[in-house]
């Protein structure tokens, strides 16, 4: 089964950090794209953070600074590392996997829950 697992929410205070992990399995995700989305109460999904197969990573001017992305190839796993959080980063954060050349695939995990408290 394909599939896309996070962990790593919670419950912080405004200035803390956490760090998210999405591990992969039944698909080899080396060679496609991987980001983190976030969806707020009432909000639209939107984009976080990516990395590019090769590396090269993209975020949204509202966490530059803030949010690091890396991935571990070996282990299938995307992390996102969170530092000096603030209360409008409370959302869903979900984890993708991307790939749009054969084989292509566009799979999403289920979402873990980050509270940022004032």
């Known amino acids: 089964q394909v599939q896309l697992v996070e962990s790593g929410g919670g419950l912080v205070q405004a200035g803390g950090s956490l760090r998210l992990s999405c591990a992969g399995s039944?698909?080899?995700?080396?060679?496609?794209?991987m980001g983190w989305y976030r969806q707020a109460p009432g909000k639209q999904r939107e984009l976080v953070a990516t990395?590019?197969?090769?590396?090269?990573?993209h975020y949204a001017d509202s966490v530059k600074g803030r949010f690091t992305i890396s991935r571990d190839n070996a282990q299938n796993t995307v992390y996102l590392q969170m530092n000096s959080l603030k209360p409008e980063d409370t959302a869903v954060y979900y984890c993708?996997?991307?790939?749009?050349?054969?084989?292509?695939?566009?799979?999403w995990g289920q979402g873990t829950q980050v509270t940022v408290s004032s």
């Open positions: 990395i590019s197969a090769g590396g090269t990573t």
């Open positions: 993708n996997a991307e790939r749009r050349t054969f084989p292509s695939y566009n799979i």
């Open positions: 039944g698909i080899i995700f080396s060679r496609g794209n």
